[in-house]
T-cell receptor, first 112, second 114 residues
Framework: EDQVTQSPEALRLQEGESSSLNCSYT??????LFWYRQDPGKGPEFLFT???AGEEKEKERLKATLTKKESFLHITAPKPEDSATYLC?????????????FGGGTRVLVKP | DSGVTQTPKHLITATGQRVTLRCSPR?????VYWYQQSLDQGLQFLIQ???????AKGNILERFSAQQFPDLHSELNLSSLELGDSALYFC?????????????FGPGTRLLVL
């Protein structure tokens, strides 16, 4: 069964202090690794999809990378508006109905 | 705004009752997924529909059921509600049912069972 573990559970950063979030996964044939951002009480907002090891994608202050066992979400010079929970999810070849399997998320708080 | 809509936004009900949650997918999307998010379990897949037909079931209780209508909107029915059913319920839509496609999530329905 597909599994996703995210670390750390929570991260407190000063504005401008860059950091990285980790997503470790086991999956029976990766078809996609997805990053979402979720604000309290809101639905997950799509950020990136990565398909193969070595792939990287960037959007503003966020950069996602992928290896065969883990993915990192790098936050460069974060601002308070980057405060949110970041969710990682995988989709494997054998996923029932192509479902996403989510990790527990990393809660990021950026203080001004 | 993902383009996925869900109603109602909040729902408060009592144990033993039945409720219906509604989801309208993004224009053109044929697949609808339902997920449950609770504090201790995270986001868990419940069920998927594609173009009106059930495609896959996840950790969905027998007390729960869903359907997708010809206009592609979907409803999740929760019956004989228990305190532990209190959670956020999200609907997500996807263009087809293909692997690797992005699932876009709605704003969710917060269910509180008292």
């Amino acid at each position: 069964e597909d599994q996703v573990t995210q670390s750390p559970e929570a991260l407190r950063l000063q504005e401008g202090e860059s950091s990285s979030l980790n997503c470790s996964y086991t999956v029976s044939g990766l078809r996609g690794l997805f990053w979402y951002r979720q604000d309290p009480g809101k639905g997950p907002e799509f950020l990136f999809t990565l398909y193969s090891a070595g792939e990287e994608k960037e959007k503003e202050r966020l950069k996602a990378t992928l290896t065969k066992k883990e993915s990192f979400l790098h936050i460069t010079a974060p601002k308070p508006e980057d405060s949110a929970t970041y969710l990682c999810a995988v989709q494997g070849y054998k996923a029932a109905g192509n479902k996403l399997t989510f990790g527990g998320g990393t809660r990021v708080l950026v203080k001004p | 705004d993902s383009g996925v809509t869900q109603t109602p936004k909040h729902l408060i009900t009592a144990t033993g009752q039945r409720v219906t949650l509604r989801c309208s997918p993004r224009s053109g999307d044929l697949s609808v997924y339902w997920y449950q998010q609770s504090l201790d379990q995270g986001l868990q897949f419940l069920i998927q529909y594609y173009n009106g037909e059930e495609r896959a079931k996840g950790n969905i209780l027998e007390r729960f059921s869903a359907q997708q209508f010809p206009d592609l909107h979907s409803e999740l029915n929760l019956s004989s509600l228990e305190l532990g059913d209190s959670a956020l319920y999200f609907c997500a839509s996807q263009l087809t049912s293909g692997l690797g496609e992005t699932q876009y999530f709605g704003p969710g329905t917060r269910l509180l069972v008292l």
